[in-house]
C-alpha cells in the first residue's frame, strides 16, 4: 500500500517535467524571434529589446532553462509583461471564482450524473436508458459556449430569473451567489455529467451481469442495496477514473465559460493575456492548471485503493 | 419450365441487398443520421456561393442589426454583413479545420505509435512525453501555440494536431501491443515474413477500425476547439466567417442580437453532434464487444 502511494506520487515528477519542459521550449521552437512576437506588429526595434532582456532571452539557451527552473521551484512564474507584476501574484488574485466555479460544478455533475447512469444500466433498454443515453450524446456535442448561450437567452433574457452575468463569491451573501453561479454551473457541466453518466452506465452494466449481483438479489436484498452496495462500489473504478480524465474538460471550459459570464477568473486572465500576448502569464496558467489536473488524477489513482483493497502493486 | 439455380439467385439477390440496406440502417442508424447530417454540411460548404448567400463580407452599414427576416433569414451583424451566408460560409472553415486534423493527427499518431510499439527503448521516452502533454488540456496547448504564432487557418489546424496526437499515439500503441502477441503474428514472424511485412500486412491493418472511430472523434473536438480559440480571440483569423469568429463578434451584443450568436452555434452543434453519431455507430458497428456496453 505505502510502496504504491510512493510510486504514484513519484510517477508524476516525471509528467511535470515534461510539462515544464513543453511550456518552456514553446518560447523558443516558435518560429521568428519571440520577443518580436511578444511585441506585436507595431514595436519598435526597442520595444524588442526590451522585452528581450527583460525574458532574458538575450542568454543562452542553457542558462534561460536552469534559471527558470529554479525560480519555478520557488514559485516564482516570472513577471508580467503588460502589467509588470508577478504572475504568481496575478493568478493568486484569480483563483477564487474558477475554483469555485470547478469545485460547485464538479460536484453538481458528479451527484446529477451517477444516478443517471445507475439507473439507465439498470433499466437498460427502457425508456429511461434511452433518455439517458441521448442526453449523453447532446451533452457532448454542444460546446460549452453555445450552451451558455442558450441558457443565457431562457434564462436571463426571455424570463429574467438569473442574472445575465457576473460573479459573487459566497461572502456576498448565499441568494446572490447561487443565482449567479447556477448558469455557469449547468454550461460547463453538461459535458463533463455527458462524461460521467456514459461510464457510469457501460460499468454498472458490466458489474450487473456478474454472478455475485443475482446471488445478493436471490437472497431478496433490497434493489437499492444491490445498486449501490453491491454494484456501484464495484463499478467505481472506471468511474473515478473518467471523473479525473474528466477535469481535462472542465479546464478547457472554464476558460470559455468565464469569458461568456464575465467571470474574473483564471479563464479571463488567459484570455486577457492571448491578447496581449502576455506569454509568462500563459506560461503560469498552463503550468497551474496541467499541475492541478495531475494532482486531481494522482488523487484518483490513490482512491482505486479504497474501492478495491486488491490493487497494492 | 424449369428454372436454372443460378437464375433465381440472378433474380432475388437485388431485392436481398435493398433489404441489407434496410437492415443496415436499422442496425446502425447512428452511423446513418451522423453520415446524412454530415453530407448535408458538406454540401452546403461546397455549395455555400448557391444557397442564396451573398459574399458574406460585404459591409452594409446602413442595414446593421437587422433582425431575421425574409431578406435577411439569419438578420445582419453589426456590420450590416448578412449571417446567414457567414453561417453557411462557415461551415467550410470548421470542416476543413475538423477534418485536416483528424488526418494529420491520425497519420502522425499512426507512424508514432506503430514505433514505439515496437521499439522499447522509444517507448519509454516517446510515452512519458505523450504523458506528460496529455496533462496539458489541449485547449491549453493549442492557445499556448496560437498566441505564438500569426492567427491563420494552417496555424490553426497545426496547434489543434500537436494536442490531438498524444492521445492517437497512446490509442495506436495500445493496439499494436495486444495484436503483438496474438498467435497470427507469431506464426507470420515465425514462418520468416520480414519484420516491415508483418508490420504492414498484419499489424497495420488491424489498427484501422479504432483509428477510423478516433479519427471521428478526434474531428468532433477539433471542431469545437477550432470554434473555443476563434471565441476567445486566438483562432483563425477574425476576417474569416468561422463560426467561432461570427459568435465572438455577437458577444457583446448578444443581449440586443442574440441571433448573432445562437445560428452559429446552432450549426456547429449539429455538426459536432453528427460527428459524435457517426463515431458512436462506427463504434457499434466494428467493435462489438463494445457496442452492448457504450
Known amino acids: 500500500m505505502f510502496a504504491y502511494i510512493v510510486r504514484r506520487v513519484l510517477a508524476t515528477i516525471p509528467v511535470m517535467a515534461v510539462v515544464a519542459l513543453f511550456v518552456f521550449a514553446l518560447l523558443h521552437l516558435s518560429p521568428g524571434d519571440p520577443a518580436a512576437i511578444i511585441a506585436g506588429d507595431t514595436a ?77 444500466a439498470w433499466k437498460a433498454g427502457s425508456w429511461i436508458d434511452r433518455m439517458v443515453m441521448v442526453f449523453a450524446v447532446l451533452g457532448f456535442s454542444v460546446p460549452v459556449f453555445v450552451l451558455a448561450y442558450v441558457l443565457i437567452y431562457v434564462f436571463a433574457i426571455s424570463t429574467d430569473l438569473l442574472p445575465v452575468q457576473g460573479f459573487v463569491t459566497i461572502g456576498g451573501g448565499l441568494g446572490p451567489f447561487l443565482s449567479h453561479i447556477v448558469m455557469p454551473t449547468l454550461a460547463l457541466g453538461m459535458v463533463f455529467a455527458a462524461l460521467i453518466a456514459r461510464m457510469t452506465r457501460a460499468s454498472m452494466l458490466d458489474v450487473l451481469a456478474q ?59 488567459t484570455v486577457d493575456a492571448i491578447l496581449r500576448r502576455d506569454y509568462p502569464i500563459i506560461q503560469g496558467i498552463i503550468l497551474i492548471f496541467s499541475a492541478a489536473y495531475v494532482l486531481i488524477n494522482l488523487i484518483v489513482d490513490l482512491s482505486y485503493t479504497f474501492f478495491d483493497p486488491r490493487i497494492r502493486y | 419450365m424449369t428454372v436454372a439455380p443460378t437464375d433465381l439467385a440472378a433474380l432475388a439477390a437485388p431485392r436481398e441487398r435493398r433489404r441489407g440496406v434496410r437492415t443496415y440502417i436499422r442496425r446502425h442508424p447512428t452511423i446513418v443520421i451522423g453520415a446524412i447530417l454530415l453530407g448535408l454540411m458538406a454540401l452546403m460548404a461546397v455549395f455555400a456561393p448557391y444557397l442564396g448567400t451573398v459574399d458574406p463580407q460585404a459591409l452594409s452599414p446602413i442595414q446593421r442589426l437587422r433582425w431575421p ?22 461551415a467550410r472553415i470548421s470542416l476543413t479545420v475538423g477534418i485536416s486534423v483528424a488526418l494529420l493527427s491520425t497519420a502522425l ?96 491493418p488491424n489498427t484501422f477500425p479504432p483509428l477510423l ?82
Do not use: C
Not at chain 1, 504568481?88 to 455533475?109: G, M, N
Open chain 1, 44 to 120: 519598435t526595434a526597442d520595444d524588442i529589446a526590451r522585452i528581450r532582456q527583460k525574458l532574458g532571452l538575450d542568454q543562452p539557451l542553457y542558462i534561460q532553462f536552469v534559471t527558470w527552473v529554479w525560480a519555478l521551484l520557488h514559485g516564482d512564474l516570472g513577471i508580467s509583461i503588460f502589467t509588470n507584476l508577478p504572475v504568481s501574484k496575478l493568478i493568486a488574485q484569480r483563483v477564487e471564482p474558477t475554483l469555485t466555479l470547478t469545485i460547485s460544478t464538479l460536484i453538481v455533475s458528479v451527484l446529477a450524473a451517477i444516478p443517471m447512469g445507475v439507473l439507465a
Open chain 1, 211 to 269: 454472478d455475485y449481483i443475482r446471488t445478493a438479489q436471490a437472497k431478496g436484498l433490497a434493489n437499492d442495496k444491490v445498486l449501490v452496495g453491491h454494484a456501484l462500489k464495484n463499478a467505481a473504478i472506471p468511474i473515478v477514473t473518467i471523473i479525473g480524465i474528466g477535469v481535462a474538460l472542465l479546464i478547457s471550459g472554464v476558460v470559455v465559460t468565464e469569458t461568456v459570464f464575465a467571470i474574473p477568473g483564471l479563464g479571463r486572465l
Open chain 2, 69 to 90: 427576416s425574409a431578406q435577411h433569414w439569419f438578420g445582419t451583424d453589426m456590420l450590416g454583413r448578412d449571417v446567414y451566408s457567414r453561417t453557411i460560409y462557415g
Open chain 2, 109 to 204: 499518431g499512426l507512424a508514432i505509435g506503430l514505433v514505439t510499439g515496437f521499439s522499447r527503448w522509444v517507448d519509454a521516452v516517446v510515452m512519458r512525453i505523450m504523458d506528460g502533454l496529455m496533462s496539458i488540456p489541449s485547449v491549453l496547448i493549442a492557445i499556448a501555440l496560437m498566441a505564438l504564432t500569426r492567427a491563420s487557418m494552417q496555424n490553426v489546424v497545426i496547434a489543434i494536431t500537436v494536442a490531438e496526437v498524444p492521445r492517437v499515439t497512446r490509442l495506436v500503441r495500445g493496439v499494436v501491443l495486444t495484436l503483438r502477441e496474438l498467435p497470427f503474428v507469431e506464426a507470420a514472424l515465425a514462418s520468416g515474413t520480414g519484420f516491415f511485412r508483418t508490420l504492414w500486412r498484419h499489424i497495420l
Open chain 2, 213 to 294: 472511430v478516433q479519427a471521428s472523434f478526434t474531428a468532433a473536438a477539433a471542431m469545437i476547439v477550432e470554434a473555443i480559440l476563434s471565441f476567445l480571440g486566438a483562432g483563425t483569423p477574425p476576417n474569416i466567417p468561422s463560426w467561432g469568429n461570427i459568435m465572438a463578434e455577437g458577444r457583446s451584443l448578444f443581449q440586443v442580437a442574440y441571433y448573432i450568436v445562437l445560428f452559429p452555434g446552432a450549426f456547429l452543434s449539429i455538426t459536432v453532434l453528427a460527428m459524435n453519431l457517426l463515431g458512436d455507430g462506427l463504434r457499434d458497428a466494428l467493435d462489438p464487444r463494445l457496442a452492448r456496453r457504450m
